[in-house]
Structures are given as C-alpha cells and as structure tokens.
C-alpha cells in the first residue's frame, strides 16, 4: 500500500516562495507515476504538476515556469518548488500517486495534503 506525506505549506507573502515535500512509502516512488494537486475553497480540485512513468513532466498552465516537480530517488520522496506565490495559488496542495502511466487526471494514493497560504 502507498502511503504519502506531505510538508512544507505555509503563510507566504505574494512573491515569496514554498517548497513542498511529499514523503513515499510502500513502494518505490521509480515505479510510480507522482504529481501534485490543489483545492483552493469553493473550487474542484485541480492538476498541478506532474512526473509520469512515460512522458514528460507537465504543468499547470498558469503554475509553468513558477513551479517545479523534482524528485529524490534515494530519499523516495518528490517535492514541489514554487515560486513568484500570488494569492490565486492559495490552496490544500495534494501528492499523488499511481501505478499507471499517467497521473494529470488523478491517482489512487493519495497524501492527507498541506495548506499553501498566499497573501496579498
């Protein structure tokens, strides 16, 4: 079974930046397609960032070139760099994960997430 953690939200200022981490265990995070997702209040919960098995990494259109999805093999752990914060990313930021090749709709494993704050 997968379980995931998350860490690292936060109150941040617009502008600033958070890094996230997401903490894998019961499987090696090789063998697994990993991204992340956010709910921000009132609205669905949405694709962030994502490392497939197959395929490149992708983004959030709004979120490119601002956030970054890495990964640390050794540690089994992924994170989620983010930069140039505005208010609209206030959100509960998700990591998933997934067996299959794909993982910008959604995963089976899911963390218990982590508030990312961003005032204005």
């Known amino acids: 079974q997968v379980q995931l953690v998350e860490s690292g939200g936060g109150l941040v200022q617009a502008g600033g930046s958070l890094r996230l981490s997401c903490a894998a265990s019961?499987?090696?995070?090789?063998?697994?397609?990993m991204g992340w997702f956010r709910r921000a209040p009132g609205k669905q919960r949405e694709f962030v960032a994502g490392m497939p098995l197959i395929g490149r990494i992708r983004y959030l259109d709004s979120t490119k070139g601002r956030f970054t999805i890495f990964r640390d093999n050794a540690q089994n752990m992924i994170y989620l760099h983010m930069d140039s914060l505005e208010p609209e990313d206030t959100a509960v930021y998700y990591c998933?994960?997934?067996?299959?090749?794909?993982?910008?709709?959604?995963?089976?494993?899911w963390g218990q997430g982590t508030q990312v704050t961003v005032s204005s």
């Open positions: 019961g499987e090696t995070i090789g063998r697994l397609s």
């Open positions: 998933a994960a997934a067996y299959y090749s794909t993982i910008t709709t959604g995963a089976p494993y």
